[in-house]
T-cell receptor, first 112, second 113 residues
Framework: GEQVEQLPSILRVQEGSSASINCSYE??????FPWYKQEPGENPKLIID?????ERKQIQELIVLLDKKAKRFSLHITDTQPGDSAMYFC???????????FGKGTSLTVIP | GPKVLQIPSHQIIDMGQMVTLNCDPV?????FYWYKQILGQQMEFLVN????????KSKLFKDQFSVERPDGSYFTLKIQPTALEDSAVYFC???????????FGKGTRLTVV
C-alpha cells in the first residue's frame, strides 16, 4: 500500500504567525489528499483536501499545496489562532475506494 | 453536521475473549471503514464495506476480524479471539460515495488484558 510521512510531529507557533506541515507519499498513483484536524476527545474532522488535478487550494486561512513530481503536499495555516491548536493528520488515497493512508500526525500548539 | 457514533468509547476485554465494536454511521451513507491506531502511531486502514460486502482489506485485517452491518443497523467490527496486540483505538468512518467526504467517529479504545 501507500506510505505517508508527516513532519514535524510537534509544532509550536506564536499566535498570528504561520504554521506549515509537510507530508510526502510514495505511490505516484495517489490522487486524493485530505487533511484532518482532531481536537482532544473529538473525532478527526476534514478541514481541507486537494485532488491530483490541482496544485493549490485555499479555504480562508488554510492553504494546501501539492507537488506531484516531488510527491509532496503541505498544509499552511496563516494567521494562526489558539483555536487552531490540535492534532493534524495528512492522508493520501489511491484511485477507487477512499482507503486513507495517514501520516503520524502533527501536534500544533498556538501560543497566545 | 453529520456524525458517526461509536459505542462504547472504551472497552476492556480479557485476552482470548470476543469483542464487538459498534459504529452508527451517518444515516444515508453507503461506504463504511474501520481504522486502527496504536498509541503514538498513525491510523491504519483495516477494511472497507459496501453493499453488504467487504470490498478491500489490509494485512492488518486478520482472520480473527470480521465486519457486518445486519439490516442496515450498526456497522460492527468483531474480533474473536482477541490478542494483546489488538489493543488500540479503532476508528469507524463512513461516506456517501467513493469520492465524497469521509466522516470519522471519535474512536473506541480497546484494551486487551
Amino acid at each position: 500500500g501507500e506510505q505517508v510521512e508527516q513532519l514535524p510531529s510537534i509544532l509550536r507557533v506564536q499566535e498570528g504567525s504561520s504554521a506549515s506541515i509537510n507530508c510526502s507519499y510514495e505511490d505516484s498513483a495517489s490522487n486524493y489528499f485530505p487533511w484532518y484536524k482532531q481536537e482532544p476527545g473529538e473525532n478527526p474532522k476534514l478541514i481541507i483536501d486537494i485532488r491530483s488535478n490541482m496544485e493549490r487550494k485555499q479555504i480562508q486561512e488554510l492553504i494546501v499545496l501539492l507537488d506531484k513530481k516531488a510527491k509532496r503536499f503541505s498544509l499552511h495555516i496563516t494567521d494562526t489562532q489558539p483555536g487552531d491548536s490540535a492534532m493534524y493528520f495528512c492522508a493520501a488515497s489511491l484511485p477507487g475506494y477512499q482507503n486513507f493512508y495517514f501520516g503520524k500526525g502533527t501536534s500544533l500548539t498556538v501560543i497566545p | 453536521g453529520p456524525k458517526v457514533l461509536q459505542i462504547p468509547s472504551h472497552q476492556i476485554i480479557d485476552m482470548g475473549q470476543m469483542v464487538t465494536l459498534n459504529c452508527d454511521p451517518v444515516s444515508n451513507h453507503l461506504y463504511f471503514y474501520w481504522y486502527k491506531q496504536i498509541l503514538g502511531q498513525q491510523m491504519e486502514f483495516l477494511v472497507n464495506f459496501y453493499n453488504g460486502k467487504v470490498m478491500e482489506k489490509s494485512k492488518l485485517f486478520k482472520d480473527q476480524f470480521s465486519v457486518e452491518r445486519p439490516d442496515g443497523s450498526y456497522f460492527t467490527l468483531k474480533i474473536q479471539p482477541t490478542a494483546l496486540e489488538d489493543s488500540a483505538v479503532y476508528f469507524c468512518a463512513s461516506s456517501l460515495g467513493q469520492n465524497t467526504e469521509v466522516f470519522f467517529g471519535k474512536g473506541t479504545r480497546l484494551t486487551v488484558v
